[in-house]
């Protein structure tokens, strides 16, 4: 058997039967997805109230019953998880528009006023980037 006769013999695996192979990657998006719904749609998740507390049900290990347990004023801490779930992924799509925004009014600013106006721009953007995230928390 000659290279090309065996080039030709190894055929590559199509792109989705790679993809398929991989049980990583199928786990990965199911976390994802998983949250993402939670997120959309905590009802479907718990039938809990997150603020209201249950009487005689306070600091419960976590059982069957209760997934987390329960806090100090015997909340479910799992209803509690979900429906946070909402209000961290609706600061990350603020954070990101707020972003979007500005970045492309000072872009387009930038791009449209060349020179001393385009200077002062990039130098105010360089400054913000350097600084490191963690000296702007509220730690």
Known sequence: MSLVDYAIAVRRRPEWRRVRLQPGLWLAWAVMITALLMALA????????????????????????????????????????????????????????????????????????????ESTIMRLVDVLLAIPPCCCSSR
């Open 42 to 117: 905590p009802q479907c998740f718990t039938a809990a109230n997150p603020l209201e507390g249950i009487p005689g049900a306070q600091r419960l290990a976590p059982q069957a019953h209760y997934w987390l347990g329960t806090d100090q004023l015997g909340r479910d801490l799992w209803t509690r998880v979900v429906y946070g779930a909402v209000h961290s992924l609706s600061a990350a799509l603020i954070a990101v528009a707020i972003g979007l925004v500005v970045g492309t009014a000072l872009g387009t600013l930038a791009g449209a006023l060349t020179g001393r106006v």
